[in-house]
């Protein structure tokens, strides 16, 4: 772990650090009330899910505010065209996760526990597990969660911090959080925060 905390120092005091501080509060400018932001988000991180963050980022961008009214024949002519692995299912999943976006709404307005609100999105947004669901909450302002890929998995594997896991149950996932959290601590870093500089050490880029 002492091997990382340095890198992590060492990327603190670099230009990378005001790289991502300028992403982070990006994230804290999205209105959490505003129905359009949220769904943006919460689509792009059902999009990203065994796709890429950069492919996700191109159809947000291309869809915008149609996230909210597309139907789904649409929708997954869109994903089609813009060049999704799995078009047919995650427009079925956005369709059917704006089915509970006034649910989610009422959740992120009454509740404060982060790890409480990722539960509940876990459990009623198909399509969403919990790296999807701590992605977008981190990309709407929240801190205090990992998110948790392929990519950070295989650095700490390599760093000697966990062992990889066979799958990814909640269990697992916890359990390497405890450990980014051990991180997150002692660079002062939080979280959401943390996953960027953890990103930029394993591909060399700051993404989303």
Same mark, same amino acid.
């Given at each position: ?87 047919? #299912?995650?427009? /079925?999943?956005?369709?059917?996760? =704006? ?8 959740? @992120?307005? %009454?509740? &404060? ?58 269990? #697992?996932?916890? /359990?390497?959080?405890?450990?980014? =959290? ?8 939080? @979280?959401? %925060?943390? &996953? ?13």
């Amino acid at each position: 772990m002492k091997s990382i905390i340095n890198k992590i120092t060492s990327l603190k005091e670099s230009s990378i650090a005001d790289i991502i501080k300028g992403r982070v509060e990006s994230f804290k400018q999205v209105n959490k009330n505003s129905e359009e932001d949220v769904f943006s988000e919460l689509c792009f991180c059902i999009l990203t899910a065994n796709f890429s963050a950069k492919g996700g980022i191109k159809i947000q961008n291309a869809l915008k505010n149609r996230f909210l009214n597309i139907s789904e024949d649409e929708l997954k002519l869109e994903l089609k065209k813009l060049g999704h692995r799995f078009p047919n #299912a995650r427009a /079925k999943y956005i369709v059917l996760a =704006r089915e509970k976006l006034s649910m989610l709404m009422k959740v @992120l307005r %009454e509740e &404060d526990d982060e790890n409480k609100i990722r539960e509940w999105i876990v459990k009623n947004i198909k399509g969403i597990g919990y790296k999807e669901a701590s992605h977008f909450l981190r990309n709407i302002g929240f801190e205090n969660l990992a998110i948790i890929d392929f990519h950070i998995i295989n650095l700490l594997v390599r760093e000697g911090i966990v062992e990889k896991p066979k799958t990814m149950t909640r269990k #697992a996932y916890l /359990k390497i959080e405890d450990e980014l =959290r051990k991180i997150s601590q002692q660079t002062q870093i939080p @979280l959401g %925060e943390l &996953d960027l500089y953890l990103w930029y050490i394993e591909t060399g880029t700051v993404m989303k």
